[in-house]
């Protein structure tokens, strides 16, 4: 095996993950992390009341989670 060969290749693919992955979101990666969002703070009473009074920006059908009281 080749030591030098092996290090070089591990540090490629150190550098190729390392960089931003610049696809653009999906409809369903937004939905995703909106979801993932919204369960995140579903016990924060700001965020309670803000989806109450309509003041959330998303509809259900884009992800929105809907908390019942």
């Known amino acids: 095996m080749d030591a030098?060969?092996?290090?070089?290749?591990?540090?490629?693919?150190?550098?190729?993950f390392a960089l931003p992955d610049t696809r653009p979101l999906s409809p369903s990666d937004i939905s995703a992390a909106n979801r993932r969002h919204d369960e995140m703070?579903?016990?924060s009473p700001w965020f309670r009341l803000w989806q109450r009074y309509g003041v959330c920006c998303r509809s259900e059908a884009e992800g929105g989670l809907r908390i019942q009281s």
């Open 4 to 16: 030098e060969q092996n290090i070089a290749e591990i540090q490629w693919l150190e550098h190729v």
């Open 41 to 43: 703070l579903a016990n």
